[in-house]
């Protein structure tokens, strides 16, 4: 096995390839971010009626890290997300619940590239029952290998906040539950195309106030939230939510009974929280989780470059420190 680099050096480069997004880390041999860039690349960017699936995707990835490639040569190219999903470049496949995190590097899938060998993770899945329908994470078991310690058994719920929110029990890095939330995207179409956006005025500002009361409304009576997301119109043409403060309103609602309802379903009530996301939206969690007595943890939101680093030891694409030839 190579000699493990030295700390400065590029050992590997992770790509945390979604649907709308691309962000890709240069990583060194003790597993810290050298270089991190963020693009719009996500796997939408290919269409579906492509004639190249490979040359296409082989193209955006050369767009993000076609200098690291040229001046770091045979750098193990590993990706998480929906580049390995059925619109992506190869199926990556699921493993079932539980599941030990550190199983991700032993079913890798690979794809060769114009760019090199890509590998790509494995997602989760839970498997329907009488009273459930099936769930599936793909991205977030890299962020979830990537903030959990192997060596810490008690109960955590982490909540992995997006478009499509992830709300996943753990005891150490072992999996047992997860639940999806779609209050994100629910925002996203709301705020841009139904009849509440007419009367929002976008804007960068935080309005806690606004934000507050929204989380009032959804979080007290989480069942109702189809029928109090159009206060959000009716405040606004009363007068008292101002046009700039309706998307704050908004967010609130849909997050205060996204928790509420959480809380109750799928945390474990003594177990500690963990939130790990942008820092607006780990913001806005934390704030509604205080409201319903429950304290989190903000994470760090590399926890993907840490995860793509440990799947790339777990697998051997990189050495590791136990295993270095003198």
Excluded at 38 to 58: H, K, P, R
Excluded at 223 to 239: C, E, M
Excluded at 286 to 303: F, H, K, M, T, V
């Amino acid at each position: 096995m190579a000699k493990l680099a030295p700390t400065e050096a590029p050992q590997m480069i992770g790509l945390d390839w979604g649907t709308s997004s691309l962000r890709a880390f240069l990583i060194g041999s003790d597993g810290g971010v050298l270089a991190e860039r963020n693009g719009s690349d996500g796997i939408m960017a290919v269409g579906a009626d492509t004639g190249d699936l490979q040359g296409d995707f082989s193209r955006l990835a050369h767009a993000a890290i076609g200098d690291w490639l040229s001046d770091h040569s045979r750098l193990p190219l590993l990706a998480c997300g929906m580049i390995g999903s059925t619109q992506g470049v190869a199926e990556a496949g699921y493993l079932d619940l539980p599941t030990e995190l550190s199983a991700l590097g032993r079913h890798l899938t690979s794809v060769e590239l114009t760019i090199g060998e890509l590998h790509i993770v494995p997602g989760l899945q839970k498997t329907s029952t009488e009273a459930t329908a099936p769930d599936v994470i793909r991205g977030e078991e890299t962020q979830l290998l990537g903030l959990l310690d192997a060596e810490q058994d008690e109960a955590i719920t982490v909540i992995l906040p997006g478009t499509h929110t992830k709300w996943v029990s753990c005891q150490g890095q072992h999996v047992t539950d997860f639940s999806t939330s779609m209050s994100g995207e629910m925002f996203g179409l709301l705020s841009t195309s139904s009849i509440l956006s007419r009367l929002a005025k976008p804007t960068d500002n935080f309005h806690p106030d606004a934000f507050d009361w929204g989380l009032n409304v959804g979080g007290d009576d989480p069942a109702a939230l189809t029928s109090s997301i159009f206060s959000a119109r009716t405040w606004a043409l009363d007068g008292r939510l101002r046009a700039e403060e309706v998307n704050d309103y908004l967010s609130g609602m849909l997050i205060g009974a996204e928790v509420a309802g959480q809380l109750m379903t799928t945390a474990d009530p003594a177990g500690s929280v963990i939130v790990c996301g942008t820092a607006d939206l780990s913001m806005r969690y934390s704030r509604a989780l205080r409201r319903q007595g429950r304290q989190a943890a903000n994470a760090d939101p590399r926890a993907a470059a840490t995860g793509l680093f440990r799947i790339a030891e777990q697998s051997g694409l990189v050495p590791t420190k136990e295993n270095i030839n003198d």
